[in-house]
């Protein structure tokens, strides 16, 4: 059985930063590509940036420049640095991870943003 736990989430003023975790636990030998998710109110859940088992990266291009996905596959953890925060950033964010042919969800940090 595989768990993905996140933590770190908070109320930032704009500009401020903070800094997600997501420790997997489990069956996670497999775990391949990563992933951070967020869902604000009212809208659909969008990737906010993926890592690969290699390291390979990619953002959505509303927070390139500001947000640093990295991972420790000793550690099976996955971390999602965010500077200069906006407003708009205000989420649920969720991490996600693929193992041995299935998704995996956590079950979400908050993240607010105030103006």
């Known amino acids: 059985q595989v768990q993905l736990v996140e933590s770190g989430g908070g109320l930032v003023q704009a500009g401020g930063s903070l800094r997600l975790s997501c420790a997997a636990s489990?069956?996670?030998?497999?775990?391949?590509?990563m992933a951070w998710y967020r869902q604000a109110p009212g809208k659909q859940r969008e990737l906010v940036a993926f890592?690969?088992?290699?390291?390979?990266?990619n953002y959505v291009d509303s927070v390139k420049g500001r947000f640093t996905i990295s991972r420790d596959n000793a550690k099976y953890t996955m971390y999602l640095q965010m500077n200069s925060l906006k407003p708009e950033d205000t989420a649920v964010y969720y991490c996600?991870?693929?193992?041995?042919?299935?998704?995996?969800w956590g079950q979400g940090t908050q993240v607010t943003v105030s103006s």
């Open positions: 996600a991870a693929q193992i041995a042919g299935s998704d995996y």
């Open positions: 489990g069956s996670v030998f497999s775990m391949r590509t």
């Open positions: 890592i690969t088992r290699g390291g390979m990266t």
